[in-house]
């Protein structure tokens, strides 16, 4: 091989190396700036808990009788959830409440035949507090979104 037909045959690689490059630096700078915000980490956060279907688990336990067989794990997600998620700065506390909240319905749903009440409770205790919890994230995300919910005016 001549040196002229190396060089022609590095070329395209080189090329292409230093594409791939570029788009690495524009991925990241991309990431950084989503990352910033949060705002998309809280949203994902806040949807998982809304559609974990609390309201069917404590009507389920409540109502029925009859304990869902996915109920200790759906509270020990919501956990992992609650507690991963990077929360608002004036909403970490109630977050951190909440976790607890999640661990203590997973542990009354522990075992072979938990406590129908004990449950009952927890899970009450968890659908409300979550409720709550999501109304303050909404009303967060709707003011960083600027967005008028009139609540404001029903004060």
């Known amino acids: 091989m001549t040196r002229s037909s190396q060089k022609s045959w590095l070329l ?3 090329a292409l190396a230093l594409l791939a490059g570029s788009v690495l630096v524009v991925a990241s700078a991309c990431s950084e700036g989503e ?7 809280v949203i994902n956060g806040i949807d998982i808990l809304d559609k974990a279907g609390l309201h069917g ?17 759906t509270a ?6 609650t507690e991963l998620t990077e929360w ?15 661990k203590d319905l997973a542990a009354a ?3 072979d035949a938990p406590d129908i009440t004990k449950a ?5 205790k968890a659908h409300d507090a ?9 009303a967060h995300l709707y003011s960083e979104a600027g967005v008028d919910t009139g609540e404001e005016s029903h004060e």
């Open 12 to 14: 395209p690689f080189a």
């Open 35 to 41: 990352s910033s915000s949060g705002d998309a980490e």
């Open 57 to 73: 688990i404590d009507e389920s336990i409540n109502t029925d009788k009859t304990i869902p067989p996915t109920a200790r794990t």
């Open 76 to 81: 020990q997600k919501l956990q992992a959830v």
């Open 88 to 102: 608002p700065d004036d909403l970490q506390d109630d977050a951190d409440a909440l976790a607890v909240v999640f």
């Open 109 to 111: 749903l522990d075992g």
């Open 120 to 124: 009952g409770e927890a899970a009450k």
């Open 130 to 138: 979550e409720h709550d919890f999501s109304h303050d994230v909404w």
